[in-house]
């Protein structure tokens, strides 16, 4: 039902008299995006054993690229982009027998190949309200660990790759030669685990015989968007072609 819903209003919004998308114009942009620590999406994860106990917690982290947009309707258009995010855990151990506490911190990378359809809702005359859906086929290169006095954390990937969904809403101001500001937010969520978050206590009194923890993590995330787009001529061939429909 929640996926019905989503196909529902993402029609409701193409069928709106005022939305006209940047038909014939192909334009690059460059985007960065702070990650947005919300515990909704991607909450503090718990580890426990008897007298152990270890936490994980997305702190927040950054994503930056660049994307593609093509207008190929009056009413829609279609993104491209190609990204990098850096999600920065940190974590936290203690041991109740003997006191013992201790943290860290973590960086996990990735890179995203976001694909979207967005519809556009005129506000005035410069500014529009954009919608969109689509997905993203999301890829990492390699696990993260960080060692500390007695223990270890360490994320391994569940796969190299994997696919997610992506939604997105935002306004920006479109000037005539300066090209076009734009201010909104994203959320992404993958279809399955990023990865499997271990804690392990290494006790150096026996040997460093390992006690361990696990969870998984799902990768989801929230952003804030700042993106600048070059200003771009309509391509005229494709804009008559598109009119003489």
């Known amino acids: 039902m929640h996926r019905r819903g989503l196909v529902v209003l993402f029609l409701a919004l193409a069928s709106v008299p005022q939305v006209v998308a940047q038909l014939g114009v192909t334009t690059f942009g460059l985007q960065v995006k702070p990650v947005i620590p919300f515990g909704f999406f991607e909450p503090v994860s718990k580890l426990g054993r008897e007298h152990l106990q270890a936490t994980l917690q997305l702190d927040g982290g950054m994503a930056f690229g660049m994307l593609v947009r093509t207008g190929i309707s009056k009413s829609i258009s279609l993104e491209v982009g190609l990204d990098q995010i850096v999600r920065r855990y940190s974590f936290a151990m203690a041991n109740d027998t003997n006191g013992y506490t201790d943290g860290g911190s973590l960086r996990y990378v990735g890179y995203e190949l976001p694909v979207v359809c967005l519809v556009y809702i005129r506000l005035g005359e410069r500014t529009w309200m954009n919608n969109a859906l689509g997905a993203s086929v999301d890829f990492y290169p390699s696990d993260a660990k960080r060692d500390i006095a007695q223990g270890q954390a360490y994320l391994f990937r569940r796969n190299w790759a994997q696919v997610g969904v992506v939604g997105n809403i935002g306004v920006e101001y479109r000037t005539e030669r300066s090209g076009y500001f734009y201010l909104g937010a994203t959320f992404h969520r ?56």
């Open 190 to 245: 993958p279809f399955g685990d990023m990865a499997q978050a271990d804690a392990t206590w290494l006790d150096k009194y026996t040997s460093y015989r390992p006690y361990r923890m696990t969870t998984l993590l799902s990768g989801s995330y929230l952003t804030m968007d700042l993106r600048y787009f070059f200003h771009e001529n309509p391509d005229k061939a494709r804009l008559r072609k598109a009119r003489n429909r």
